[in-house]
């Protein structure tokens, strides 16, 4: 979904908006104060479907998708993701960060068509900001990286 990893750590049920595949990311949590509206998809449904079925019913529902044991962190979030972050990924076998994620999201999203203004949109960055990131990426030819291998 191309989420900051405080956007992941902030997010709350009422953004998420299964009917309509989209999650509206408020301004107030977001690093530039501009909202963002990124697209589910399936999967992400699937997984927010599974994650509903795991919350607790009693005494009530938490208003945050996830929700730490340890209710402060070291760190300047509501709680410190790093280290189950961390180990999650290894035990996975995968060398990862958060913010990778989002650069895959991104580089994914324009190799498939999706303009700047689009993933503007989608991720909440200027398309200033994200052309000088991305937007060496339209000239991805399939073709070519299938002969160069």
């Given at each position: 979904?191309?989420m900051?990893k405080?956007?992941?750590?902030?997010a709350?049920?009422?953004?998420?908006?299964?009917?309509a595949?989209v999650?509206?990311i408020?301004?107030e949590?977001?690093?530039r104060s501009?909202?963002a509206?990124?697209?589910?998809n399936?999967?992400v449904?699937?997984?927010?479907?599974?994650?509903?079925?795991q919350?607790?019913?009693?005494p009530?529902?938490?208003e945050?998708?996830?929700e730490?044991?340890?209710?402060a962190g070291?760190?300047?979030?509501?709680?410190?993701f790093?280290?189950?972050?961390?180990?999650f990924?290894?035990k996975?076998?995968?060398?990862?960060?958060?913010?990778?994620?989002r650069?895959?999201?991104?580089t994914?999203?324009?190799?498939?068509?999706?303009?700047?203004?689009q993933?503007s949109?989608?991720?909440?960055d200027?398309?200033?900001?994200l052309?000088?990131?991305?937007?060496?990426?339209?000239?991805?030819?399939?073709?070519v990286?299938?002969?160069l291998?």
């Amino acid at each position: 979904m191309g989420m900051r990893k405080e956007e992941i750590i902030e997010a709350r049920w009422g953004w998420f908006n299964e009917k309509a595949r989209v999650c509206l990311i408020p301004p107030e949590v977001r690093k530039r104060s501009k909202p963002a509206c990124p697209p589910l998809n399936s999967e992400v449904i699937k997984h927010l479907q599974f994650l509903r079925e795991q919350l607790p019913t009693q005494p009530h529902p938490t208003e945050y998708i996830l929700e730490p044991e340890v209710v402060a962190g070291s760190y300047r979030y509501r709680w410190d993701f790093r280290k189950p972050f961390t180990d999650f990924m290894r035990k996975q076998k995968v060398k990862c960060t958060a913010h990778d994620m989002r650069r895959t999201f991104c580089t994914l999203a324009v190799r498939n068509g999706a303009t700047l203004e689009q993933l503007s949109a989608w991720v909440g960055d200027t398309p200033r900001v994200l052309a000088s990131h991305y937007a060496h990426l339209k000239t991805y030819n399939p073709l070519v990286e299938k002969l160069l291998g």
